[in-house]
């Protein structure tokens, strides 16, 4: 247990929670989207939900692999640009995130781990 407390105890409570937030409404609409497909196959299905049920639970921590790799990049620099542009981008940026997060969020817990590591 010690390993969960120190890896969601070095996250921002706001930031989990608008993460999770936006990782299950991604979740929700795919759930429901494969609820209204016509193929029968169970395998095929229990897949595709622990699939999602993985990404889901997963995305904060690609998301924060995301937001550090940003801000190294871009440093303090503050930018203006169209807002529907920006939305756009961020949407298109969390998808991406979502379904890649199987495979960036051992990253992101890698950095919470070794960033918490002398606490």
Known sequence: MSFLQRIFGAIDR??????YVISFAIAGLLMW????SETGDVADATAF??????NAALFPFAKLVWN???DFLMGDNFILANAILVFGAK???NVMLWGCALFI???????LWFRTRSA
């Open 14 to 19: 706001r930031f989990l929670a608008r993460s």
């Open 33 to 36: 989207v494969r609820s209204r």
């Open 49 to 54: 939900y622990v699939f999602v049920t993985l």
């Open 68 to 70: 550090e790799l940003r």
């Open 91 to 93: 949407f298109i940026v």
């Open 105 to 111: 969020a051992p990253v992101g817990v890698a950095y």
